[in-house]
């Protein structure tokens, strides 16, 4: 496999310096479009671009390709400016709200297969085209940059023009006058670029068309000449130069240029009375590549607005993205499409007829997407094996990362927190749980091995004298500290050996509650005797089934308040495993040896700067002392901030305090979604299942069917038997009524009073 490019900060500075350069307060919208996640977007002023911009490029499997705006935007977005991308984002800036013109772009790209890089054939005659351009506009005295987009060549002249009537069309021409005096067979001169809102891919970033191959390769764009202080046109010189570019040109010349964008236009926009097949096919394509409702939404008003006759109506376009996904059977979160109509409903679980019959389908609550995190975790994250679902390896990473700094590293506002973290990756077969697993795993045993990583234990005295034996070792490396990490492949096995039974009365469950947050632990075996350490250090690192992660802890007696709340969930959207994975990024190895350097530093007291106090401090008040989904998650963004900032050597500053409460907005939604309620039994589990959909159902009256097709007993531990049973105990308790019979005669059911 040919190695792909990664983004080049110091082109990413360049080009910052010299194209938002250019006029006082600058601020320019950063967009990433078509991603799984929607169109990212975001107004950034030139000092904070630089960092944000790389990370995006450097994220092939989201944000692909990196664009921004290079007019000068009105002054009511340079207030929005917050110097955050977001995704799924509907509104982008629009040619109204663009106050200047800065630059006059000059595109030559090379005619070939639509979606696929250029070849190098193909790119050296757009180069002859645009250096025919310069040429031309040196003749005129026109100072020109020459920039490599990656698949082509852009000629820039700087301008001073204000946007406002006529200006757009005035751009259109020269532009058409340039297609018309040096388009060529093989190379157009785009004149698409004209309207003040148009985005150019920033330089620095890597173009990403179609597959990375030889013949057609990724490549990183960049400016290539740039004259000092070029001298920008005024309206009167641009009019000028559209004369020039006039001069010996036939009428049918430029007319011709002008058809053929009539022409294009023609062909491509949809008109009203027939959008809706295209547009309900594109969403159905958007679902099919993993895009989740927003990420549908969001692209398919992209693909409208670029496909169909203006003026379109954005509610329909929505409406065909839901309708669309409903047909397909994809889960939507919090909206139901019953009949034809879009229909609200609450959060969770929601029950909706999907026949004439009365069966019912429940629809679950999408999780965020998963936050970007900061730091060289992050970095190591992005370049190992791109087809692995970030998320999966970055929390597999700070786990380790954690591990190996516990009892190093702490905080000045918490010493007693440690930066050890009990993980969990939740996911249906082939999504990437164990390839995360292994490979994070494999880079952090070659850089260590101050630690013993164990696949399972059976009991609490055998996990003592796991402990036991690395504190041995450890004392032979000189080194105080016993670090164990269970690292399961599947995690239901584990607590299953761990569950207290009528033969066993296991102590793991105790040892995993007692170490999470100290470091003593003791215990009696056959194999040692009588066994105490004072300085162990576990961190519990596994994968599960979504059914599996459930079902794992009935009978753990690990509640909301107990284990489930020592441990973070991570889930993907991500879509099945490729059979041949992609490889890591070059600059991974750079990325190790940094991350070795910063394993080896002595022990460091982590400041946390006022503003992330602050913002941890404003956050925290705002959540829900009575969610049960929330019991120490500011435990957990701590923790984050505590490995993140270590592992940067930095302190815990604002931004790493962001990234550290996003990612527990995440973990609070991860357990509403997937942690079930406690129970100590199948029966009990089974029971709490159905008042579940009862009371997320509340005010709807359902049958007997209906909850068991909602939650398919027949999957989970327990099978028929226990629903059975579990059924009965909650109509007997009178928690469930009966409330009329549906139109089969059968009972419908509701909450009772109590």
């Not at 490029?57 to 340079?78: A, F």
């Not at 297969?113 to 757009?126: F, H, I």
């Not at 009892?407 to 440690?418: A, S």
């Not at 109509?731 to 009772?752: A, E, F, H, T, W």
Request: glycine share 8%.
């Amino acid at each position: 496999m040919i190695a792909k490019p990664l983004p080049d900060i110091q082109e990413i500075t360049k080009a910052t310096q010299y194209i938002i350069g250019y006029g006082s307060g600058r601020v320019v919208e950063v967009r990433a479009p078509e991603t799984p996640y929607g169109t990212w977007s975001g107004y950034y002023t030139q000092k904070k671009l630089i960092d944000d911009v790389f990370k995006a490029s450097s994220d092939e499997t989201t944000t692909r390709n990196v664009y921004w705006t290079i007019q000068e935007i009105g002054q009511e977005l340079k207030n929005a400016a917050d110097n955050t991308l977001r995704p799924h984002t509907a509104k982008t800036t629009n040619d109204t709200e663009i106050h200047r013109y800065i630059w006059l772009p000059i595109d030559c790209d090379p005619i070939r297969p639509d979606k696929v890089s250029s070849t190098d054939a193909e790119k050296a005659l757009a180069l002859e085209v645009a250096t025919k351009i310069r040429a031309f506009l040196r003749g005129l005295n026109i100072q020109s940059i020459l920039a490599d987009s990656g698949n082509g060549y852009h000629v820039l002249v700087r301008l001073d023009i204000l946007n406002q009537n006529g200006t757009k069309d005035l751009i259109k021409e020269v532009l058409f006058a340039f297609n018309a005096r040096f388009n060529t067979a093989a190379i157009n001169v785009d004149t698409s670029v004209h309207n003040p809102s148009r985005i150019l891919k920033i330089y620095g970033t890597v173009s990403r068309k179609g597959e990375h191959t030889a013949d057609r390769p990724h490549r990183v764009s960049r400016l290539l000449e740039v004259p000092e202080n070029p001298a920008p046109l005024s309206e009167e010189q641009v009019k000028a130069l559209l004369a020039e570019l006039l001069k010996g040109l036939s009428p049918e010349s430029v007319t011709k240029a002008k058809a053929q964008k009539v022409e294009r236009n023609e062909r491509n926009l949809i008109p009203h009375g027939s959008m809706y097949g295209p547009l309900m096919s594109e969403a159905g394509s958007l679902w099919r590549r993993g895009y989740d409702l927003e990420g549908v939404e969001t692209a398919l008003i992209a693909w409208a607005d670029a496909n169909c006759e203006p003026p379109i109506d954005y509610d329909k376009v929505k409406q065909y993205a839901k309708g669309n996904q409903w047909e397909r059977g994809n889960p939507m979160a919090n909206t139901v499409l019953i009949n034809g109509r879009i229909a609200g409903s609450g959060d969770g679980q929601i029950i909706a007829p999907s026949s004439s019959e009365g069966e019912c389908t429940v629809l679950e609550a999408e999780l965020p997407m998963f936050p970007q995190m900061i730091g060289p975790l992050h970095d190591l994250s992005i370049a190992l094996f791109p087809d692995i679902p970030y998320e999966y390896k970055v929390m597999a990473a700070f786990t380790h990362y954690g591990l190996l700094r516990s009892g190093l590293d702490v905080l000045d506002t918490d010493p007693n927190l440690q930066s050890r973290l009990y993980c969990c990756l939740i996911g249906d077969p082939q999504r990437g749980k164990s390839a995360a697993l292994n490979e994070v795993r494999k880079v952090f045993q070659q850089l260590t091995s101050r630690y013993n990583c164990i696949t399972s234990v059976d009991s609490g005295p055998a996990l003592v004298d796991e402990f036991s034996d690395r504190h041995k070792a450890a004392i032979l490396q000189d080194d105080k500290l016993a670090r164990v990490l269970i690292d399961c492949d599947e995690m239901k096995g584990l607590f299953e050996k761990s569950k207290v039974t009528t033969q066993s009365r296991n102590s793991m469950f105790d040892e995993f509650l007692k170490l999470y947050e100290s470091n003593r632990t003791g215990n009696r075996s056959r194999k040692a005797g009588k066994t105490h350490v004072d300085d162990a250090h576990l961190a519990i690192l596994g994968g599960a089934t979504p059914e599996g992660y459930q079902t794992m802890w009935t009978g753990s007696a690990g509640g909301s308040t107990g284990l489930q709340s020592r441990f973070i969930g991570v889930s993907t959207n991500a879509p099945r495993m490729p059979i041949e994975r992609r490889p890591c990024s070059d600059g991974l190895g750079s990325i190790v040896v940094k991350l070795y350097d910063q394993m080896a530093k002595p022990k460091r007291v982590v400041n946390m700067e006022w503003d992330a106090i602050g913002e941890l401090t404003e956050w925290w008040q705002d959540v829900p002392t009575d969610n049960p989904a929330t019991n120490r998650i500011d435990d957990m963004v701590k923790r984050l901030c505590l490995i993140m900032a270590s592992s940067s050597e930095s302190d815990v500053t604002y931004d790493i305090m962001k990234s550290a409460i996003k990612a527990g907005q995440y973990f609070i939604a991860f357990r509403e979604k997937y942690n079930p309620p406690d129970s100590s039994s199948y029966i009990q589990a089974l029971e709490n299942e159905i008042l579940k959909i009862a009371f997320k159902n509340s005010g709807k009256s359902l049958s007997a069917n209906q909850f068991r097709r909602a939650i398919h007993p027949e999957r989970k531990p327990g099978g028929l038997g226990a629903f059975l049973v579990a059924w009965r105990n909650v109509i007997g308790s009178g928690m469930l009524v009966v409330d009329g019979v549906n139109r089969k005669g059968q009972p419908l059911y509701k909450l009772g009073e109590n």
